[in-house]
């Protein structure tokens, strides 16, 4: 049957021009006893629309239960310079600063916050990394984020804010994140 859910999904996006903004090799359509389940990737996030329209026409008339996610490849086109983080209900200053992170996906553009703990800035001091550095990690951060498929994705778009505290900095200098040079502390 899975084959079969594939196939009507291809000439369904063929039929709407909509598969040449398909990441076929990311996207996923599995069959399961009681339902499917499809993870379709979009190269261009001004295409979202469409292909959740799309799936909710095939939904409609599935015979099962059909769950669905719809996510774009976002890439980091920019991480810019570091503010000061503030509260959101209160408006004080936080023991934080953001940095502002532009993403593209296509045609579409998208920016999101990351904020960096205090206690996160002095794992990152301690371990020889200077403000450009730290503008780097969080480039990188971002991109393994969005690297994440299936239930674990993230959605930049409804969710425009990640946080590296001190645990998460801690797993990044001990190695865990690509593109980090393991550094010895001060």
């Known amino acids: 049957m899975t084959g079969s859910l594939e196939n009507l999904f291809r000439q369904q996006l063929q ?69 000061q983080a503030y509260s959101t209900q209160t408006g004080a200053p936080r023991a934080a600063v953001q940095y502002p992170v532009d993403l593209k996906s296509g045609n579409a553009s998208a920016r999101v916050w990351v904020e960096v703990t205090y206690l996160a800035s002095e794992i990152f001091e301690q371990h020889g990394a200077n403000k450009d550095e730290v503008k780097g990690i969080v480039g990188e951060y971002v991109s393994t984020q969005l690297k994440k498929g299936g239930a674990s994705y993230w959605d930049p778009e409804r969710f425009p804010y990640l946080e590296i505290s001190g645990d998460t900095a801690e797993f990044i200098v001990s190695g865990a994140l690509p593109g980090w040079k393991k550094r010895r502390p001060n």
């Not at 021009?17 to 990311?26: I, K, V, W």
């Not at 099962?64 to 996510?71: F, G, H, S």
């Open 15 to 83: 039929d709407t021009g909509l598969l040449p903004y398909l990441f076929a090799e990311r996207s996923q359509f599995l069959d399961f006893p009681d339902s499917y389940f499809v993870e379709l990737v979009v190269k261009d996030g001004t295409k979202l629309p469409q292909f959740r329209g799309l799936v909710e026409r095939i939904r409609a008339e599935a015979p099962q239960r059909l769950d669905a996610i719809i996510r774009a490849v976002w890439e980091v086109e920019r991480v810019g310079d570091l503010v």
